[in-house]
């Protein structure tokens, strides 16, 4: 099963959300303004999909815990729709929880200046959100999960970046 999972985000959903992930980034300022975001609408005015799928996703921010429902189809896939609104899904299909972008991007670079430690730190982020009132389902539920999400949104991330400096350099020898 994660063979099968690492195959559909290295090959499938990763590069369907790339262009909207850089799109993110520059709307938003380098996620400065993500609060602007909103998640796009239950079905695009443009979807001829007969069949679809209403998933329900929790989704994890630094002010608190909440629960969202979204239509998926082939035309408005989850992980596409999860990004357009600033959120970063765990699994590439059904994924539950979502984390916010800059609760993502906060613990990339912390993971920068001290030891990667997932299991710290999402036990202190359930800590802190539960001291507010937001509680998740099961105990150390968050830890895996969000894991997998900082390990592919970091992926994600890597790539967008190697894409530019890519483009840049054929900019640089043109010139």
Not at 20 to 44: G, N, W, Y
Not at 83 to 107: I, Y
Request: aromatic share 8%; net charge positive; charged share 20%.
């Amino acid at each position: 099963k994660r063979a099968e999972q690492w195959a559909r985000w290295q090959t499938e959903t990763i590069p369907l959300i790339l262009p909207h992930f850089a799109r993110v980034l520059h709307l938003t300022k380098s996620l400065h303004l993500v609060d602007d975001l909103e998640l796009p609408p239950p079905r695009p005015s443009d979807c001829t999909c007969i069949e679809f799928k209403t998933h329900s996703i929790v989704v994890v921010r630094f002010s608190k815990i909440e629960d969202i429902n979204l239509r998926a189809c082939k035309c408005a896939p989850l992980s596409v729709q999860l990004v357009q609104g600033g959120l970063f899904g765990c699994a590439p299909v059904a994924p539950s929880p979502a984390v916010d972008m800059r609760v993502l991007e906060f613990t990339q670079n912390l993971f920068l200046h001290i030891a990667p430690n997932n299991t710290a730190f999402c036990a202190t982020l359930e800590g802190v959100l539960a001291a507010m009132g937001f509680q998740l389902e099961h105990q150390n539920s968050l830890r895996r999960r969000f894991g997998n999400t900082l390990r592919w949104y970091t992926h994600a991330y890597n790539r967008l970046k190697d894409k530019y400096t890519r483009v840049i350099e054929v900019a640089r020898e043109a010139i």
